[in-house]
């Protein structure tokens, strides 16, 4: 108001800092004006000048910000940011038929995935200090969106992870990143989070080839004396889900799974408890559909793991417990028309028509198509279709209906909320690419990109006075059709939806996906596309690759031209490091 600040001092709660520039510019004249922000930590024994003193040693940082302060400094830092981030982004670029496509995977969603693996889901580690901590199942996904520009800290971050492993297989639901130790304060006993530790593993050997960090010790509860190599980690990963199997030989839900809020054995009725920390109520069998999808999944990849590693007997082994888990999905997972949810503490169903609220959810419809269940019986189209009927709307897939409009003490915090918000019945956008995921499985390209698009920030710029969110971002959440705002968006940036688009929109849609062997193109399109192109960089090589599409087709990729050259299948064969390859893949006939 008085145009100009006023020096005063701020105490205390979240002060502010501000600069007033005076500037006279004559007609057309430029002027440059610098401003730093940064930050800098003095060796304890040089803290303050004086020694003694409460006023800051600001000698070692002077330097820099004299450096800084100069225009030539500043515009040499910025080129080198801007090269920094060419060369992460330059790892894949796609030019598609559609813009929000190509502005969400080429720039903004790698860019997010790259935030999510700095900061997890806590936007300032000074704020929440050591409070929540980094989650193991959280980390591990975001490790899918993320692994392709920075191997090598994937590598870093998967060790970390896997050395808050408990010997039982079991993990802790978060873990300190300073400290690199397990939470206390929240524990374990969210019986899906050792399954993901497979996932991350797997993506990272697909991308790099670096099989040799199954062989990597890495100890147990950061206890020294405890290591095993890190393949055995993840065979315990395995047996802590097949340790605990309820009646319907399906996964023990424990505190929870992926929903933090759907506590089948909390049974918590006191204001203010927090439902992931109560003392579960003992003697339950509730199990889990989504973790036995879930468990499907990760014994496919460790299988794989297993036999390029070496270890036909392990891949065996995976294999059975595989297929005894899709038996138990089948015969108890099924309801008629979608995939249940779960079965409560007294073995109830949850995500039933018999159910008067909560009848059907999006989580184990997309995990265990994805997982590949139902996909030789017509299940995997049945369950897909009961979400376009009873779940999709224009604003993306919503995760549950109908939603709770009273608390069921039985089920925990997800009925707590209002409908149409967070868990109960909010459109959470972590799941919903796995439904695209799924869609893709079945062959079904054009609800594929349509459910893409839905949450598509970029496109939803069109609606941005309902979306009221960044339009360049993911969020976590956007208001379900029971709510008074639906459509609205919260919760952007720090969400596991960042590394889930990326890997359905590339890997699956776009069907460019590492794998042990080689880089697979194996897209699934809509209709209306008839090409695409994309720079793939894949273990030191340069893969340029167009992908062609006769109006109306729908088949998969049946073979490729590499370098000129046919090949069956669609497997790009591993190239030479700093070789550069030429793929045309064409897609023809009807579906």
Known sequence: ESERSGDSLGHGWAPGGSHHVALRLRACQVRDVVFVLGYAEN????????????????????RVVDRYLRVDEVDAAFRRLRGHWDDLLGSLQVATPSEHVDRLVNVWNPYQCMVTFNLSRSASSFESGIGRGMGFRDSNQDLLGFVHMVPERARGRILDIAATQLPTGGAYHQYQPLTKTGNDAIGSGFNDDPLWLVLAVAAYVKETGDRAILDTPVPYDNEPGSETPLYEHLHRSLRYTLDRLGPHGLPLIGRADWNDCLNLNAFSDTPGEPFQTTENKEGGVAESVFIAGLFVLAADELAALADHHGHPDDAARCRDARRTMDAA????????????RAYDHFGDPV??????????????????????????????????????????????????????????????????????????????????PWVMIAETRVGNGDRALDYYLRINPSAREAISDQHRCEPYVYAQMIAGKDAPTHGEAKNSWLTGT???????????????????????????????????????????????????????????VSHLLVDGQRIEGNLVPLAPEGATVTVEATIQGAP
């Open 498 to 556: 960042a590394a889930w688009n990326l890997v359905a929109i590339t890997q699956w849609i776009l069907g460019i996906r590492p794998d042990h062997d080689g880089l697979r193109i194996d897209p699934c399109l809509p209709a209306d596309w008839e090409s695409f192109n994309a720079t793939r960089r894949f273990r030191g090589a340069s893969y340029h690759i167009t992908v062609r599409k006769g109006s109306g087709a729908q088949r998969r």
């Open 351 to 432: 995500g039933a028509a018999e159910n008067e609220e909560g009848r059907i959810f999006i989580e184990p419809q997309g995990m265990c198509v994805t997982a590949g269940i139902g996909l030789d019986d017509g299940t995997a189209e049945h369950a897909l279709a009961s979400v376009a009927a009873h779940l999709a709307t224009p604003h993306g897939i919503v995760l549950q209906q109908p939603p709770y409009t009273r608390h069921h003490v039985e089920l925990g915090e997800i009925s707590s909320y209002p409908p149409g918000y967070k868990e109960n019945a909010g459109i959470f956008c972590h799941t919903n």
């Open 329 to 340: 999905v089948r015969a108890h997972g099924w309801d008629g028309a979608w995939f249940r």
């Open 43 to 62: 060796p304890a024994d040089a803290k303050f000048d004086p020694p003694g003193s409460q006023t800051i040693d600001k000698r070692r940082v002077r």
